[in-house]
């Protein structure tokens, strides 16, 4: 384990640790001017009648919110095989990185205290959800969007032959002048998070985000952001402190959460 922090008196890591802290109050305001910002983001009326499946059949997007004002929402998404006519069928396993964040949402007790629902919600047959979830002893809200255009009109699906791309809310064209121009090979489910507000019977979307927008939902970041080997991924400085573990989204080690007891 080479390249450690430096060992000092507990008075040197007091005056260190005074110098950080004015960086961490620096980001604390910066991420309290843009939570304001976030908050003052314009709405868009949802109008389309979606419907999902869950465990009492089928019902609506205002019925997610389980009678409360807000609904946050995991995009969460799942394995398909694809045959040669290029048909999707579902596996019975959700995604590993969307499970290594489904598997650190505890009890919602929290968030409904504070007005707010949790849900997830993939384009995958109901029945298959409902297998996994046992399997791995979830218990919050998840619902199907299967066979509905939810997914596609929320960009959780991506598919140019459906609806027109948007990936990380970049068109086609700005994908390519960015540097990541669309192929066949992006088409699928995208990771995301997306909030909802109920005002009476009307729904409104007031926020969604992807990508490294929801960082802080998988893994333990937090925490291990607060340690000194940090995630341990192969970009983090200081270079060179903690082997690479391959445990990032999508990465070679990471596995459904049960499996790691294995």
């Given amino acids: 384990m080479p390249n450690l922090p430096e060992v000092v008196s507990r008075e040197e ?4 640790r005074k110098e950080l802290l004015a960086k961490e109050k620096e980001l604390t305001r910066a991420r309290d001017r843009v ?4 908050r003052r983001l314009p709405m868009v009326r949802v109008d389309k009648p979606y419907t999902f499946e869950g465990p009492n059949g089928t019902v609506g997007l205002l019925d997610l919110f389980e009678g409360r004002p807000q609904l946050v929402m995991h995009h969460f998404m799942w394995v398909f095989d694809i045959d040669a006519d290029g048909v999707e069928h579902p596996r019975d396993t959700g995604c590993s990185s969307c499970s290594s964040a489904a598997d650190q949402i ?4 929290q968030l409904h205290v504070r007005n707010t629902t949790l849900v997830a919600v993939t384009r995958a047959p109901y029945e298959k959800l ?12 998840w619902y199907s969007s299967y066979g509905s255009d939810f997914n596609y009109d929320f960009h ?18 700005e994908l390519a002048e960015a540097g990541m121009p669309w192929s066949e ?3 699928g489910d995208w990771p995301g998070i997306s909030a909802f507000l109920r005002v009476e019977d009307e729904v409104f979307h ?4 992807f990508g490294r927008g929801i960082d802080e939902f998988h893994n333990g970041y937090p925490y291990l ?3 000194a080997l940090g995630r341990q991924e192969a970009w983090e400085e200081p270079k060179d402190r903690a082997v690479p573990l391959g445990l990032h989204l999508g990465g070679p080690a990471l596995r459904l959460p049960d499996e790691y007891d294995a």
């Fill in 13 to 16: 890591w007091l005056a260190a």
């Fill in 35 to 38: 939570n304001a910002e976030r």
């Fill in 106 to 109: 505890g009890n919602l007790r």
């Fill in 130 to 141: 409902a297998a996994f979830r046992e399997r791995m002893g979830w218990t919050f809200p």
């Fill in 156 to 173: 959780a699906t991506v598919d140019e032959r459906i609806a027109p791309v948007q990936v990380f809310h970049r068109t086609e064209a």
């Fill in 185 to 187: 090979s992006m088409r």
């Fill in 206 to 209: 007031t926020y969604s985000t």
């Fill in 225 to 227: 952001d607060l340690t």
